[in-house]
């Protein structure tokens, strides 16, 4: 079965500090992988599309990492600001036409 | 580049009225449009996808003749939730594709049913 699965599930940090959420997935065909910001009561961003053939995307203090062998992808967002706070959705393309999303994670910088 | 909108952002309507919530692609035309909703803390779940000029295919469980969809442009995209419910309550989501890969999501929609 496709699946995307996203941890932690919520995740709270001081500002300025680093973190590394987690996503790993069992789509295959895999064809890329995306990683959306969404803040409350709004639709997803897109922060970084990578195919399989790609390692590391970054844009701007997000990086995003993949593993194609093991299945597996990170974003990493350094030196956190508070505007970071929202929720970060792991998004797999299959061939079968259809975005397979995970559960994303909460993330909440505080002061 | 690739602005999607909707409207209206949020609504409120008493259970058994019906509402539409429109999408539109502001500086590309879209071949497919999707559908999807969110419920709180999950994630985006599909409904439909609509290709220009024809019938929306539906996902397993969604109800076709509650979920009235036209796409009757390249840049329209409707979405008509009928005879709403309380549990219709939701986040409604479209986006535009200018292929399968490529979607550009709108902002939502909010939809409280009293």
């Known amino acids: 079965k496709n699946q995307v699965e996203q941890s932690p599930q919520s995740l709270i940090i001081l500002e300025g500090k680093n973190c590394t959420l987690q996503?790993?997935?069992?789509?295959?065909?895999?064809?890329?992988l995306r990683w959306y910001k969404q803040d409350t009561g709004r639709g997803p961003v897109s922060l970084t599309i990578?195919?399989?053939?790609?390692n590391t995307k970054s844009n701007g203090r997000y990086t995003a990492t993949l593993d194609a062998d093991t299945k597996q992808s990170s974003l990493h967002i350094t030196a956190s600001q508070l505007s970071d706070s929202a929720s970060y959705i792991c998004?797999?393309?299959?061939?079968?036409?259809?975005?397979?999303f995970g559960q994303g994670t909460t993330l909440q910088v505080k002061p | 580049g690739a602005v999607v909108s909707q409207h209206p952002s949020w609504v409120i309507c008493k259970s058994g009225t019906s509402v539409k919530i429109e999408c539109r692609s502001l500086?590309?035309?879209?071949?497919?449009m999707f559908w999807y909703r969110q419920f709180p803390k999950q994630s985006l779940m599909l409904m439909a996808t609509?290709?220009?000029?024809?019938?929306?295919?539906?996902e397993q469980g969604v109800e076709k003749d509650k979920f009235l969809i036209n796409h009757a442009s390249l840049t329209l995209s409707t979405l008509t939730v009928t005879s709403a419910h309380p549990e219709d309550s939701s986040f409604y989501i479209c986006?535009?594709?200018?292929?399968?890969?490529?979607?550009?999501f709108g902002p939502g929609t909010r939809l409280l049913v009293l």
């Open positions: 998004v797999v393309y299959g061939n079968t036409g259809k975005l397979i």
């Open positions: 990578m195919t399989f053939s790609e």
């Open positions: 996503c790993n997935y069992t789509v295959s065909p895999f064809s890329n």
């Open positions: 609509s290709n220009e000029g024809s019938k929306a295919t539906y």
């Open positions: 986006s535009a594709g200018l292929g399968q890969e490529t979607q550009y």
């Open positions: 500086d590309f035309q879209a071949t497919t």
